[in-house]
């Protein structure tokens, strides 16, 4: 019997019932676990997974999943929604004592050419009027942590050239972020599905955070793409654990739920709670089944997971 079989099996009433082990060996847990506790690390969902249940309306989905024991929330294009949905959804997110994650600051300069390694001018102006923006828009909705994408690559110039000139764009970045305490999170994108980018490996994003020196600038570890960019999960996790204070998950293949894919959520989760972590863990992925079906699946498959 396959993972999924045993989920919807012994999960199926996680609205009454709580959750006992499921007799796996080292998949399986003795810790009792209740409907609707709140789970042992912050996962945080996005607008859209739940609708299902709880329908279109941005409230109405965040109650729903504070219902099911999420206290933490992302919005990749929080920056773009309207003043007043903005603000209605920091109020209904402090009335619920849910966390705000990411949301994509530099969607303006994200994938544009050579954005962090020409060098240029007006690239660099660009981005920092993206992240002057980003801050109002932080503050509105009591978020911390924005994400950034440095761009494509630029083969005409050497690796030391490029260093140099992302180097000095998260530099100037800094400057805007430091004084509200606000964190910019490189994410490494895998070459599969985003060919050409800049930034693609964890080692390199830990070296450019070496290189700025700043607080205001770490990694966003997406378990995805460093699956299919590098592996060794766990490792290098810990390898470069104190430039991570974000991370995103999603399965591979697919890019769904855990529990869909090659990767052992279970044993990556327990390794990353070991360490202490207080921070947010963004469910970036998509639903593998759709309808209400589709988004229990994907409640059951964080019980499962969360459970080690």
């Known amino acids: 019997m396959d993972r999924r079989t045993l989920l919807k099996n012994g999960l199926a009433a996680l609205a009454s019932a709580p959750l006992a082990a499921h007799g796996l060996g080292a998949r399986a847990s003795s810790r009792p676990v209740r409907a609707g506790e709140r789970f042992q690390l912050a996962y ?10 709880a329908g279109g309306d941005l409230v109405a989905q965040l109650e729903w999943a504070h219902e099911q024991g999420f206290r933490a929330w992302e919005d990749n294009g ?5 003043l007043e949905d903005q603000e209605r959804v920091a109020r209904a997110m402090e009335r ?5 994650g990411v949301f994509v600051a530099n969607f303006g300069t994200a994938f544009q050419q050579h954005t962090f390694t020409s060098g240029h001018a007006d690239a660099r102006e660009n ?6 923006k980003a801050v109002e828009v932080a503050k509105r909705v009591n978020a911390k942590w924005m994400t950034i994408v440095l ?7 050497s690796s030391e050239v490029k260093q140099s000139n992302a180097v000095e764009m998260l530099k100037r970045g800094a400057e805007i972020f430091e004084p509200h305490g606000l964190v910019m999170v490189m994410e490494p994108l895998n070459p599969r599905d985003h060919a050409g980018l800049y930034l693609r490996y964890s080692e390199h994003a830990h070296s450019l955070c ?8 770490k990694i966003l570890f ?9 592996g060794n999960l766990i490792p290098n996790i810990e390898r470069y654990w104190e430039e991570i204070p974000y991370f995103q998950i999603g399965d591979n293949p697919g890019r769904n739920e855990p529990t869909t894919g090659e990767i052992h959520y279970q044993n990556v989760f327990k ?4 360490r202490g972590y207080g921070g947010i863990l963004g469910m970036e992925h998509g639903n593998s089944r759709g309808g209400e079906d589709g988004a229990r699946a994907v409640v059951e498959a964080y019980r499962w997971d969360d459970a080690f």
Do not use: C, N, W
């Open 44 to 53: 945080a969902p996005h607008f859209g997974m739940f609708s299902a249940f």
């Open 78 to 82: 929080m920056a773009g929604r309207s």
């Open 96 to 100: 619920l004592d849910m966390r705000m």
């Open 127 to 132: 981005f920092l009027a993206d992240l002057r």
């Open 151 to 157: 761009g494509t690559d630029d083969p005409a110039l």
């Open 210 to 217: 070496k290189a700025v020196a700043s607080p205001a600038v």
């Open 222 to 230: 997406d378990i995805y793409h460093q699956q299919i960019s590098e």
């Open 271 to 274: 390794a990353i709670h070991a």
